[in-house]
């Protein structure tokens, strides 16, 4: 059982990491510079599956994501907790379900390195928190008053 502190820097580190996993998604120039660089990984590791040229519906969604992450990721920096932690966590359970099933229909195996993160974060923001003794009281005072 994780404490509170110690659960709100793993929230705190996956909004960091998300942070900067989707900075280049933000916009066309810096997922033009992202996909090329995983296009080249994809090519020199020669991972199973395609990586697609990109189209503007595929600029618009990606954009967009970006912005939304991004936006996720600065509250969860500035006011981790563990709301902001498991609703985080559902997130990237939701998002290891849509990148393996990505991968299962032909997209480049290079989407694991990405889902292991995203299913390690998910795992770690699922364990129970423990109450510290201040939050106890203040429930104990709640339910008296």
Request: net charge neutral; proline share 4%.
């Given at each position: 059982?994780?404490?509170?502190?110690?659960?709100?820097?793993?929230?705190?580190?996956?909004?960091?990491?998300?942070?900067?996993?989707?900075?280049?998604?933000?916009?066309?120039?810096?997922?033009?510079?992202?996909?090329?660089?995983?296009?080249?990984?994809?090519?020199?590791?020669?991972?199973?599956?395609?990586?697609?040229?990109?189209?503007?519906?595929?600029?618009?969604?990606?954009?967009?994501?970006?912005?939304?992450?991004?936006?996720?990721?600065?509250?969860?920096?500035?006011?981790?907790?563990?709301?902001?932690?498991?609703?985080?966590?559902?997130?990237?359970?939701?998002?290891?379900?849509?990148?393996?099933?990505?991968?299962?229909?032909?997209?480049?195996?290079?989407?694991?390195?990405?889902?292991?993160?995203?299913?390690?974060?998910?795992?770690?923001?699922?364990?129970?928190?423990?109450?510290?003794?201040?939050?106890r009281e203040a429930g104990l005072r709640s339910v008296h008053a």
């Open positions: 059982m994780l404490s509170e502190n110690r659960y709100k820097n793993i929230v705190k580190i996956s909004a960091w990491y998300d942070l900067l996993v989707i900075l280049p998604f933000t916009t066309p120039w810096t997922l033009d510079i992202l996909y090329s660089i995983l296009k080249h990984q994809h090519d020199y590791w020669q991972f199973s599956g395609e990586l697609h040229s990109l189209n503007a519906a595929h600029y618009l969604f990606a954009n967009l994501l970006g912005a939304v992450v991004l936006v996720w990721s600065l509250l969860r920096i500035l006011q981790p907790g563990v709301l902001p932690g498991r609703l985080d966590a559902v997130a990237r359970y939701v998002f290891c379900l849509w990148q393996i099933y990505a991968w299962q229909h032909g997209f480049s195996t290079l989407i694991l390195f990405f889902t292991f993160f995203e299913l390690s974060f998910g795992i770690a923001q699922s364990l129970p928190v423990r109450r510290e003794a201040s939050q």
